[in-house]
Nanobody
């Protein structure tokens, strides 16, 4: 059974940094699309960044230049380095392991309900 577990969230001041991790268990990923999403209170879930097994990355416009997504294939762990954080980045952050094709043409931003494997989330709070 596949499990996906996020960690690394916390509370920081504006301008600070956090590094989120997403460990996956029970699966070996050779062809994949992995992504980070976030949901703030009262808002819809939004895609933050994605990376596929070819190393291609994609970012939401508001995080470009501040966030970096990466993956360590030796231990099936996805990362999100977040710098220059603002209060608008405050949200619950989720990672997802999706099929490879989701990273094509931006489909990862709106995955089909029930697709892939998702973690329970890690909270990020940025104070001004």
């Amino acid at each position: 059974q596949v499990q996906v577990v996020e960690s690394g969230g916390g509370s920081v001041q504006a301008g600070g940094s956090l590094r989120l991790s997403c460990a996956s268990y029970g699966g070996t990923w050779t062809s994949y699309c992995m992504a980070w999403f976030r949901r703030a209170p009262g808002k819809e879930r939004e895609g933050v960044a994605s990376i596929d097994s070819d190393g291609k990355t994609d970012y939401q416009e508001s995080v470009k230049g501040r966030f970096i997504i990466s993956v360590d294939n030796t231990n099936n762990t996805l990362y999100l380095q977040m710098d220059s954080l603002t209060p608008e980045d405050s949200a619950m952050y989720y990672c997802a392991v999706l099929g490879f094709l989701y990273c094509q043409r931006g489909r990862w931003r709106h995955p089909t309900e029930g697709s892939g494997w998702w973690g329970q989330g890690t909270q990020v709070t940025v104070s001004s």
